[in-house]
């Protein structure tokens, strides 16, 4: 039995789910919950695909068209909450982030990795959200201009067990991601 009052193990092993997340479409991780604010100050939450995750560069990433809401919002406030539970470890996972998007030559190297048949992903006319005449009033080519990967560059995490007792962690990137336990 590991340490229960290890911080560090603690924080690997939630770097160890956002990196199952990536690799395993099965995953509870491969779909987190991604909350950003609109211009009129109201909380937006959509599910997204994690397409990346690094515990070394505290970055995860998502890939979006440009023309959704989400985009209209992160380009006025740059700031993501993303929310991930994994009902068998029983953990779940909060992350803050400044979000960077990346369009243009950036991302070149992300759209060849993107398979064709998910390519229509990037690109639907009109543009999502916009109001159609009839329930299938659209179309999904696929746009490598619409292509846009949201780089999340994490500030802040809240680790909550739910084990025997309780545990719960915050880590942040002012403290090095030391972390510290608080109350659950
Ligand atoms: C299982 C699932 C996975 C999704 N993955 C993504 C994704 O990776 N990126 C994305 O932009 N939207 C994804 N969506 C669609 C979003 O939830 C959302 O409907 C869409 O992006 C428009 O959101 P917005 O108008 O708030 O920007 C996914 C939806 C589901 C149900």
């Known amino acids: 039995m590991s340490d229960p009052n290890d911080l560090r193990a603690f924080l690997k092993e939630a770097w160890q789910h956002l990196g199952r997340g990536v690799t395993d479409s099965r995953s509870p991780a491969r779909y987190p919950t991604f909350a950003t604010t609109d211009s009129n100050g109201t909380p937006q939450a959509r599910t997204v695909a994690l397409?990346?995750?690094?515990?070394?560069?505290?970055t995860v990433e998502v890939h979006t068209d440009t023309q959704t809401d989400k985009i209209a919002s992160l380009r006025q406030t740059p700031l993501a909450a993303l929310h991930i539970w994994l009902p068998k470890a029983d953990l779940q996972i909060r992350l803050t982030a400044e979000v960077e998007i990346l369009t243009g030559d950036?991302?070149?190297?992300?759209?060849?990795?993107?398979?064709?048949?998910?390519r229509v992903s990037y690109g639907?006319?009109?543009?999502?959200?916009t109001p159609?005449?009839?329930?299938?009033?659209?179309?999904?080519?696929?746009k490598r201009s619409r292509f846009a990967v949201l780089v999340c560059h994490l500030t802040h995490?809240?680790?909550v067990h739910l084990g025997e007792r309780h545990r719960r962690a915050v880590f942040t990137k002012d403290d090095g991601w030391q972390g510290s336990w608080v109350a659950p």
């Open 51 to 58: 397409r990346g995750a690094s515990q070394s560069g505290a």
């Open 106 to 118: 950036a991302v070149e190297d992300a759209w060849a990795k993107v398979p064709e048949g998910s």
């Open 124 to 129: 639907t006319e009109p543009a999502p959200g």
């Open 132 to 142: 159609i005449d009839h329930v299938y009033a659209y179309e999904k080519p696929s």
């Open 157 to 159: 995490m809240d680790l």
